[in-house]
């Protein structure tokens, strides 16, 4: 189980708090989307759980051991368990897909071999094995500077598959993608999911991607959750108190029409 318990955190200079005491509670095997608009804290969320970002104040417990209570070593050993896909893909561009996919492992991989790349015939078959998961076995050389975004994605996942997570978190790891690529790469996550019981949590921009894929909806406002249940309980009413019309510029980013959210003036 996966818990927060009043996790704040205001960044440096800043006079507004980017999460305000959200307490959370995660069941094994749940697919938790959350969802908010730009600015919300959603990022803040993922990325203080495994402490990409320091919370100020609060604790993460995960499977009862105390995130936030770690040592460095600790947390190097935990963030073995915890695999994390971003927007931007966070892959080694000049290294071949395979190097990036067993470089999944290198938190549970002693440094010396991970800093000489000695790997062994096992890292690189399982590696292979993951990357056939998802489709890419042949593009195994390749460098993955050459690849297309949903590909890179896809190392990502296999990335994640080497790792052997028992939770997965994701930072709008579709929002880069085209709309086909999207639901492509949410369907491999998706699998992760229903065929391992891996439990996830997704950023998402995608209200539709949210309602199809995942079992409970999170929504952010302002750094406080303000919407927790079933994606079929999430209607007009909810989606307007997660997506308040911008005060500043007036924008009402919400389409519910569409079922969309434009989430800054750029997705416009
Ligand atoms: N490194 C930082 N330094 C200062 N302020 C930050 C930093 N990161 C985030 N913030 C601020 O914290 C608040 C929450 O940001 P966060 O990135 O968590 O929101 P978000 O919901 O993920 O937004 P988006 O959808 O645009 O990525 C915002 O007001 C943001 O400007």
Redesign the pocket.
């Known amino acids: 189980m996966l818990e927060l318990k009043g996790i704040s955190k205001r ?4 006079k ?1 708090f ?2 305000n005491r959200v307490d959370l509670r995660i069941m094994p095997g749940e697919f938790v989307a959350v969802l ?10 993922i ?1 203080c759980i495994n402490r990409l970002e320091e919370p100020d104040a609060g604790e993460v417990v995960w499977n009862g051991q105390s995130i936030t209570g770690m040592n460095a070593r600790e947390l190097r050993s935990i963030r073995g368990e915890i695999g994390m896909v971003f927007q931007h893909f966070n892959l080694l561009p000049r290294m071949s897909v395979l190097t990036n996919v067993i470089a999944g492992s290198f938190a549970v991989m002693p440094r010396w071999r991970s800093l000489i790349g000695a790997f062994t015939r096992e890292d690189r078959t399982r590696a292979l094995s993951a990357l056939r998961e998802v489709g890419l076995e042949e593009l195994a050389k390749r460098r993955v500077e050459d690849l297309s975004g949903g590909q890179k994605q896809r190392v990502a996942i296999a990335r994640v598959l080497m790792q052997q997570p028992t939770l997965l978190l994701g ?2 790891p579709i929002s880069s993608l085209d709309a086909v690529t999207a639901k492509r790469v949410m369907t491999y996550i998706a699998g992760l999911h229903i065929e391992r019981g891996i439990t996830i949590v997704l ?1 998402l ?1 995608d209200v539709a991607m949210a309602r199809a894929y995942a079992t409970r909806i999170v929504g ?1 406002t302002a ?1 406080c959750i303000t919407f927790d249940d079933t994606p079929e309980q999430l209607g007009e009413d909810e989606l307007r108190l997660i997506y308040p019309p911008d005060e500043e510029d007036g924008i009402n980013i919400l389409n519910l029409e569409r079922n969309e959210v434009h ?2 003036r750029e997705y416009n």
């Open positions: 960044y440096a200079g800043e507004t980017a999460l908010g608009r730009s600015g919300a804290g959603k990022s803040s969320l990325r930072d709008e950023n921009h952010i750094g989430v800054s």
